[in-house]
């Protein structure tokens, strides 16, 4: 009897060990805080703590804190302003995001241009390219520019701030942009309405 125990035991034993790492919670991924860092330490009175970010279904992407304002001069906005540029004339809402992430669902009545193409087809959004720009000039004239809304997938998403750091090098005023940090992650968040292959 104590031989049999000692073997079941022994087995038993070798079948968790094969299974430990199975059974045991995998450790979450740590994920970016500002640029690279995944990790931000803050002095307390009770010693240093250690700030990190693992991946939640609330979190959803992969991206790295984006400050509430990107360029000087850029005006940060939250849903209520979202929705009253929805009806302004002179203000156009930009989805900045890459064409798989907006099919999957945007803003209604948001307007499609890709952050990598904003800075060249700012005539999309009132600018007019200048031919022979003077050196050191900027290449368009954005005294017509509309109030342009933007956002992308959320506060951790870097495209929209990308997009709007182009846009100003190249000539777009910083006080006519509102940027939406909480983007898409936020708005479906609050139960705002999303549609999905919209282009």
């Known amino acids: 009897m104590t031989a049999l ?3 079941v035991t022994a087995a038993s034993a070798l079948w968790i060990g094969l299974l430990s790492p199975a059974l045991q919670a995998a450790e979450p991924e740590k994920l970016r805080i500002l640029g690279e860092e995944k990790k931000f330490t803050v002095q307390t009175d009770k010693g240093p703590v250690e700030i990190t970010r693992v991946m939640t279904t609330c979190a959803k992407n992969k991206g790295w804190l984006q400050p509430l304002v990107p360029v000087p001069g850029v005006v940060p906005v939250t849903e209520i302003e979202i ?12 989805d900045m995001r890459e064409s798989e992430d907006r ?64 846009m100003t090098r190249d000539g777009f005023p910083a006080t006519k942009i509102y940027y939406y940090r909480g983007g898409m992650l936020d708005w479906a968040a609050l139960g705002f309405p999303v549609v999905a292959g919209d282009f």
């Not at 005539?123 to 200048?130: S, T």
Request: hydrophobic residues 40%.
């Open 83 to 94: 929705l009253h540029a929805m009806n302004d004339k002179d203000a156009i809402l930009v």
């Open 5 to 7: 125990r000692f073997v």
């Open 103 to 166: 099919v999957k669902g945007t803003i209604p009545g948001s307007y499609h241009i890709p952050y990598t193409e904003v800075a060249g087809r700012m005539n999309e959004l009132g600018c007019k390219k200048i031919d022979k720009p003077v050196a050191g000039a900027k290449p368009w004239d954005c005294g017509a520019a509309k109030k342009v809304y933007a956002f992308c997938n959320g506060p951790v998403c870097p495209q929209s701030p990308t997009a709007i750091a182009a």
